[in-house]
């Protein structure tokens, strides 16, 4: 199956931007959705983006939608997520996942990578 690895975290002012990477290897990402996902310390895993797998279909966490985008480029095997005006709340580990639909639920993904951490400062 396919291994994802993200990049692309760190610690930015509000206002800022940040664009995510996740990278699959081992087997081509284009058959799955995607979803990136965030856990805050203390929380559960909450659903931000999802996409399927051609790219047509996304949804978006009400709180990000406008200020985030999620896209794929599956010649390159890579899921993206371009994160503007970012605000104290999206603070969190980013993680992406690989399933079946483009679905919000986190259990429902099989495939995580590790996980890249945004930290967003007042």
């Known amino acids: 199956q396919v291994q994802l690895v993200e990049s692309g975290g760190g610690s930015v002012q509000a206002g800022g931007s940040l664009r995510l990477s996740c990278v699959g290897s081992g087997r081509t990402i284009s058959s799955y959705a995607m979803g990136w996902f965030r856990q805050a310390p203390g929380k559960e895993r909450q659903f931000v983006a999802v996409?399927?797998?051609?790219?047509?279909?996304?949804y978006y966490l009400d709180s990000v939608r406008g200020r985030f985008t999620i896209s794929r480029d599956n010649a390159k095997n890579t899921l993206y997520l371009q994160m503007n005006s970012l605000k104290p709340e999206d603070t969190a580990v980013y993680y992406c996942?690989?399933?079946?639909?483009?679905?919000?639920?986190?259990?429902?993904?099989?495939?995580w990578g590790q996980g890249t951490q945004v930290t967003v400062s007042p």
């Open positions: 996942a690989a399933g079946a639909f483009p679905i919000t639920t986190p259990s429902q993904y099989r495939i």
């Open positions: 996409i399927n797998s051609s790219g047509e279909v996304t």
